[in-house]
């Protein structure tokens, strides 16, 4: 049905149901942080959630979603202690992203047939590919590059930073907040919950940045 659902695997109990996707999803997992949920699918796309629905149901936000491949994508594994994440799909291709910010490292192409499983390889910082035609390959993997935020922070002075809690406040969203004059005011730090009405209806916040 086009979505990913988190279940408590104790009691059964669903928690969220994370809809956004456009397509059958063939592939989900867990950071090794337990703080975000990937998958990706029929419509071309790698997705990541923050996790929040661990102990009871919460919604779990969208953080990022990218465009990966030119065909559904089959399989993910993360590598390199998670902060490498691995896509297979029918386009014949592999492409390794870097995490958390989902950025394409590399793309390795010259797949003989569509992957069918993908395995890390603890401690060398590959992945063992499995296709359909019956072939098996380790393949070594590009380094991950350091994003442009790690260049942009190792170029300039340390600043004296709050880390934003663990889990962030909710807050309702109040209207009317139909325009910029009537924009909701919102903290540092917190997450709105907030629904659409009306077709054309418009939901405004402010916030210092």
Known sequence: ????????????????TLNQPEGEQYAVLFTPDGRHVIAGGADNRIRMWRLLSVDKPRLNPLVAARFAHEGDIERLALVND????VAA???LTLKTWSLPALEQVAVIGGQTDVVTALAPLPGLGGVLVARMDGSVEARDLPAP???REQEDKSAAPALSEEAPPAVLPQVAEVEPNDGAAQAMPLGKNSEVLGALGAPGDQDWFRFQA
């Open 82 to 85: 998670g902060k490498t994440l």
């Open 89 to 91: 799909s029918t386009a």
């Open 145 to 147: 590059r350091r994003s």
């Open 1 to 16: 049905d086009q979505t990913v659902k988190v279940w408590n695997t104790r009691t059964g109990e669903r928690l969220d």
